[in-house]
Nanobody
């Protein structure tokens, strides 16, 4: 079983930055992709970014391209999401996931206008 623990959410003004972290423990199967989804109030959960350990490829939703950067630290089984130029529409609960069906508890990101 895999445990995912997120951190780094908070309140920030529009144009600001936040960095989210997601640490995996347990039977991590380190080669499984990890990434982030988000869910805003009244909306469905949507894809944000993913990190592919094998080849270290990254993929992003169009809405965050050029503003968000996902990276990974293999030794720490941790992925990071650097979020710059934040907009009010980025306000959501951000969930870390690991391929194979594991999800974190979520961390709130609120961007004020």
């Amino acid at each position: 079983q895999v445990q995912l623990v997120e951190s780094g959410g908070g309140l920030v003004q529009a144009g600001g930055s936040l960095r989210l972290s997601c640490a995996a423990s347990g039977r991590t199967f380190s080669y499984y992709d990890m990434g982030w989804y988000r869910q805003a109030p009244g909306k469905e959960r949507e894809f944000v970014a993913t990190f592919v350990w094998n080849g270290r490829n990254t993929y992003y939703a169009d809405s965050v391209k050029g503003r968000f950067t996902i990276s990974g630290d293999n030794a720490r089984n941790t992925v990071y999401l650097q979020m710059n130029s934040l907009k009010p529409e980025d306000t959501a609960i951000y969930y870390c996931y690991k391929a194979g069906g594991s999800w974190g508890q979520g961390t709130q990101v609120t961007v004020s206008s």
